[in-house]
């Protein structure tokens, strides 16, 4: 049986994992919580642990598991959050969790990288697969961390050969209590559009995302697989799911909007939100089926759709 230790399985996704590994191994789960969460499994056991410290060394030479999950990272930062935080956990954190890996001869490493990480770029291939580069921008912390994440775990395969890698490009993940920034646009009266740009979304289904994993860390093949539903989503075909209007703007209007707003506080948002809201990266996934092995059992329309029944 294998020994599976996960970090940030508080989430979501964390839980969703946890439940389907059932009997199939004895797991370790970690997270920066004083307490475990409710209904822990009876193989599964709590360990508290910060990724940005020296724990993660600590904690993987004494629980010794067989595979690694690392989930741990900042999604959609906190009002109070910092660059510098999010830098500390996404960055360091996986940083630190990869050396105590290798240190303590762990067998094979998951690691939740994201669509982001390929950037958002005007010459983004369309759609883009597991060969295309990785040019996560600097504007974007999320994104500029998942690019930093995956140059690290590029030079480790090289220079820790034995430790397997699963790394999972991950699209916009939805699920019935599944809440983000990108939902966060949808909930909106009216939906923002850009003239001349109906960008396309992709959606993985949580409970997908979860399976992905189990595979990922029990029996599938290791390598880099993009994780997105078939098919994606345009602006105005979200709106018209919700039953609602798309506000169409000028780019450059956007943009001088927000460069005023956001110094005033009016905005979160800078300027670099258009090239967000532009080139969104679409994932083809034709490598998680023939070669990871896996056909996502919803489609992002699909996955789309049980969000928006799940929300109202």
């Known amino acids: 049986m294998r020994h599976i230790l996960i970090t940030g399985a508080a989430g979501a996704v964390g839980t969703a994992l946890l439940k389907r590994l059932g009997n199939r191994a004895d797991v370790t789960i970690t997270a920066t919580d004083i307490r475990p969460p409710a209904d822990l499994p009876v193989n599964a056991r709590f360990v508290r642990m910060d990724v940005t410290g020296n724990a993660p060394l600590n904690v993987v030479l004494a629980e010794g598991p067989d595979t690694i999950v690392h989930l741990a990272s900042i999604v959609t930062p906190g009002p109070g959050s910092t660059r510098e935080h999010e830098y500390q956990v996404d960055v360091e954190g996986t940083r ?8 303590a001869g762990v067998k094979r490493l998951v690691v939740t990288s994201s669509g982001a990480a390929y950037g958002y770029h005007a010459d983004n291939p369309v759609p883009l697969r597991e060969t295309d580069a990785i040019r996560g921008n600097q504007e974007f912390p999320y994104s500029w961390h998942k690019r930093l994440v995956e140059e690290m775990l590029t030079d480790a395969r090289g220079t820790a050969p034995d430790l397997e890698q699963v790394v999972l490009r991950v699209g916009t ?9 990108i939902t966060a646009l949808f909930r909106k009266p009216r939906l ?12 993985i289904w949580d409970e997908d ?15 880099v ?10 602006v105005s075909q979200i709106a018209s799911q919700m039953g609602k209007s798309v506000r169409w ?4 209007v956007v943009k001088a909007v927000l460069s005023v707003a956001r110094p005033l506080r009016l905005s979160r948002y800078g300027p670099e939100q258009v090239r967000f809201l532009l080139y969104r990266p679409v994932l083809n996934n034709a490598a998680l089926k023939s070669v990871f092995g896996y056909h996502p059992k919803l489609s992002s329309a699909e996955a789309f759709q049980h969000w928006w029944e799940a929300a109202q």
């Not at 630190?96 to 240190?103: K, P, Q, R, S, T």
């Open 209 to 223: 995302l979860a399976d992905i994993l189990v595979r990922a860390a029990t029996d599938g093949p290791a390598g």
């Open 173 to 181: 993940v939805l699920g019935r209590k599944v809440e983000n920034q």
């Open 225 to 234: 697989f993009n994780v997105a539903g078939d098919g994606a989503m345009t």
């Open 192 to 203: 923002l559009g850009l003239n001349g740009h109906d960008s396309p979304f992709v959606f």
């Open 249 to 252: 703007l000028p780019p450059l």
């Open 96 to 103: 630190n969790v990869l050396n105590a890996a290798i240190a």
